[in-house]
């Protein structure tokens, strides 16, 4: 009885044992999960401090659609993305096409880093995916970005003509935004109606520095501008932009592949084809502007019709 009774007292105790190393093993589990939580809740994912204290920022959700849309149309060139596909996921090329959209976004991405560590800023939260706030409302991070994909596209893209048109493409979808979101703007396609062009152009650059993509504007238009229109449907004028978006990258894009870029001068492209009127840059050469402020494009206009 006595060794049945140690042994039942033993087996009791085993057990009794059982019971508090494992009250112990879920209190440790307990506690080991509320400190996971609690780094987690007060842990910030990382943010490129530069980014964050750079002096101008645009508005998050333009410039987010401007960078994804710039990297989109670099997709879109049939040399690079293929045709478009018929069925979105479903497409027997889908998976094809997502790991050449992620190798090109990780060679846009492993730029854009190599840039912001040459000018000795914060590194990029990825290299991987898109920027996303601060680092994409950063007027310097956002250049750098648009450079890094222009940079890429360059390489990528042969021929002038390919070229012109990929810039185009982008300011064909940066305008059609921007004209979506202005409500006064509301050309009137009459490509004798200078004075209409001028207004609405007014009111779409209006739109552009409420994005806070553009500090400021101006024109310059010579004497008797009407009337040269209305009598040889060519005319020329100054337009003055301030601190134009993406300006940095356009100047050096332009230095080193000859092709002029500029995001906004694309815009107001679009603006007056609406008009059926051809816009060209007179003697354009961003790489002589460096600085951002006052930018100065001559424009020659000309009726198509």
């Not at 490509?191 to 609405?200: A, I, K, P, V, Y």
Request: aromatic content about 10%.
């Amino acid at each position: 009885c006595i060794l049945l009774t140690k042994c039942s007292d033993a087996c009791q105790a085993s057990h009794i044992h059982r019971r508090i190393k494992m009250k112990q093993i879920i209190i440790f589990m307990l506690c080991a999960s509320y400190v996971l939580n609690a780094c987690s809740a007060t842990e910030e994912p990382y943010v490129a401090e530069d980014a964050k204290n750079d002096e101008h920022h645009y508005q998050e959700q333009y410039a987010e659609y401007l960078q994804k849309m710039t990297f989109g149309s670099l997709m879109d060139v049939d040399t690079i993305g293929g045709p478009p596909l018929d069925g979105g996921r479903k497409d027997p090329r889908f998976e094809e096409f997502k790991r050449t959209t992620d190798n090109l976004l990780a060679q846009v991405g492993k730029l854009y880093a190599s840039e912001l560590a040459a000018r000795n800023l914060s590194a990029p939260r990825s290299a991987s995916t898109y920027p996303v706030s601060p680092e994409s409302t950063s007027a310097t991070y956002f250049d750098i970005f648009d450079y890094a994909t222009h940079k890429v596209a360059m390489l990528l893209i042969n021929g002038k003509r390919a070229r012109n048109e990929y810039f185009k493409r982008i300011g064909r979808r940066a305008y059609e935004l921007g004209r979506a979101q202005c409500m006064e703007y509301d050309p009137t396609h009459d490509s004798e109606d200078l004075r209409g062009m001028r207004s609405s152009l007014n009111q779409l650059l209006d739109k552009m520095m409420e994005l806070k993509v553009l500090k400021g504007y101006g024109t310059v238009w010579p004497k008797g501008a009407y009337e040269k229109w209305e009598e040889k449907g060519k005319v020329t004028f100054d337009l003055w932009l301030d601190a134009p978006i993406g300006w940095g990258a356009s100047a050096r894009i332009f230095e080193e592949e000859g092709v002029a870029s500029t995001l906004l001068a694309r815009v107001v492209e679009q603006h007056f084809s609406a008009y059926l009127v051809e816009a060209k840059e007179h003697n354009f050469n961003p790489s002589q502007q460096k600085d951002n402020t006052r930018v100065t494009i001559r424009w020659k206009l000309e009726g198509v019709l």
